[in-house]
């Protein structure tokens, strides 16, 4: 079907409006839309089936085409958040682009739409050239500066981009309606958390604040994207899963060909929405390791860390200081209680690592990896006397590769031995520890070993470094 033909055909069920609101009557779609809509939103929340095939959605003549059936249940959810996700191809983008527009014709209506980079914004086909497509032709008006479409009514939708850590502050003084993130699994969490900030409404107000995302598996942000909208669903934070079946207007077979020249994980990630699709290192395995509600309170425990001390930036995947504390039973079973990471200044790290010291008590011996040669011995010297004086702590040397020193703790996993006590990090640590030694990032497993490797020591394996310094020269004598 054309997108003309499928305008007109829309429009006929339209009350047209450029500043009094419009309504769609859900009565006068197509019964395989409509009814399709209402099988998708009792995967994710209560329906009320004869409330909606008579109901009526806010609507406006500058949302160029009718919602297929998924996208329409997208738009009918009223949570607060939502992710629409799974196969490429699907429609996703598009529904984003819908729902930031479904409330333009009310005054004081902003919404906000975000891709990583502006280069992603204004692609052949993306969210800002679809915008063009669709309102060129309209009473709104397009201000090239502020990348944002004008409305008769006063609304306004934005578009931005989050490329950078501090980028997000750029929307610091805005207030927003709607805020919806395109691919958000290419965003970091801290992104996505802080613009919640900015969604706020006047009081009286009867417009609905969204939080509003949309993206495949896999990315940088994959793993904390499946633990919020997968892990932690509630009422008020649903997942409406996508597939390439949902979208009526793609050559199915001429994509799904192209998809096929991917690699297994990628392919199963796109052409299926498979979000437990990752390629494997080898080393250990999800299922080795036993989810359970609390530790012995009899266990030894020892926090150990890996530190590093790099901010992100754009273009740059820095490594993680990550924590990891561990307790071994009177049995000799093992438990990893916790793991804390961040990534951040040298500053930050420190006080990190003070904060969770104090939080797991002074009863906890604190290790950390020293690095090689004289900045090492320094750096857990000035640990010792300035950040956690008063507490069991030592610096321990490393030897050896990652994956060698990983070695023990994977035998422990394999064996049922090493049990993880329920949290929200659990995800994370599962999903490196899967990749391991071929991912991104080994900070976890890496922190996770050394902790074992304590527990197992004997007192004198470990180094307590204490270093004089000349009041003049600081070099070590």
């Known amino acids: ?250 050559d199915r077979q001429e994509y799904i060909q192209s998809l096929m020249e991917l690699d297994p994980v990628t392919r199963e990630q796109l052409l299926n929405g498979d979000w437990t699709a990752r390629a494997e290192g080898g080393k250990f395995k999800r299922e080795w390791f036993e989810i359970v509600d609390a530790a012995p309170p009899d266990c030894t425990k020892v926090r150990f860390w890996d530190l590093a001390a790099t901010e992100p930036k754009p273009g740059k995947d820095p490594d993680w200081t990550a924590g990891c504390l561990m307790g071994k039973s009177a049995d000799n079973v093992l438990y990893i209680l916790n793991v804390t990471r961040m990534r951040g200044t040298p500053n930050a790290v420190e006080q990190l690592v003070k904060q969770t010291a104090e939080i797991d008590g002074r009863g906890v011996a604190v290790r950390m990896e020293q690095e090689p040669g004289a900045s090492g011995v320094k750096a857990i010297d000035d640990y010792q006397r300035r950040v956690l004086m008063g507490w069991d702590f030592a610096g321990v040397r490393s030897t050896g590769a990652k994956e060698v020193r990983a070695n023990p703790l994977a035998s422990q996993a394999q064996a049922g031995n090493v049990k993880l006590v329920r949290g929200a990090w659990i995800n994370n640590f599962l999903d490196e520890a899967e990749l391991f030694p071929h991912g991104a990032h080994d900070d976890q497993v890496d922190a996770a070993s050394g902790a074992l490797g304590e527990l197992s020591a004997s007192a004198e394996d470990v180094v307590q470094t204490v270093v004089w310094y000349d009041p003049v020269d600081i070099s070590p004598i």
Request: aromatic share 10%; hydrophobic share 35%; charged share 20%.
């Open 1 to 250: 079907m054309s997108l003309d033909h499928r305008v007109s055909t829309l429009e006929k069920h339209l009350v047209r409006a450029d500043v009094v609101p419009g309504f769609l009557k859900l009565s006068e779609l197509p019964q395989e839309v409509v009814e399709g809509a209402i099988q998708a939103l009792k995967g994710c929340q209560t329906v009320d089936e004869q409330a909606i095939r008579s109901m009526s959605i806010p609507w406006t003549r500058y949302i160029r085409v009718q919602p297929t059936a998924k996208q329409l249940a997208f738009l009918l959810l009223d949570c607060r958040e939502a992710l629409y996700g799974g196969s490429a191809g699907g429609g996703k983008s598009l529904a984003l682009l819908m729902g930031a527009l479904q409330y333009v014709s009310h005054p004081h209506y902003s919404a906000l739409l975000l891709r990583r980079t502006y280069s992603d914004l204004s692609l052949p086909g993306a969210l800002m050239d679809v915008a063009q497509h669709w309102l060129s032709r309209t009473p709104a008006k397009w201000n090239d500066t502020e990348k944002t479409w004008n409305f008769p009514s006063g609304a306004t939708l934005t578009f931005g981009y989050l490329a950078g850590e501090a980028d997000k502050y750029r929307y610091q003084s805005s207030q927003f309606l709607m805020v919806g993130y395109d691919e958000l699994t290419q965003f970091q969490e801290s992104d996505y958390r802080y613009l919640f900030s900015r969604l706020r409404r006047r009081e009286g107000s009867d417009i609905p604040i969204r939080m509003r995302a949309a993206s495949n598996p896999g990315g940088q942000g994959h793993t904390w994207v499946r633990q919020r909208f997968m892990e932690e669903a509630n009422k008020e934070r649903v997942f409406l899963s996508a597939s390439l079946d949902d979208n009526p207007h793609i």
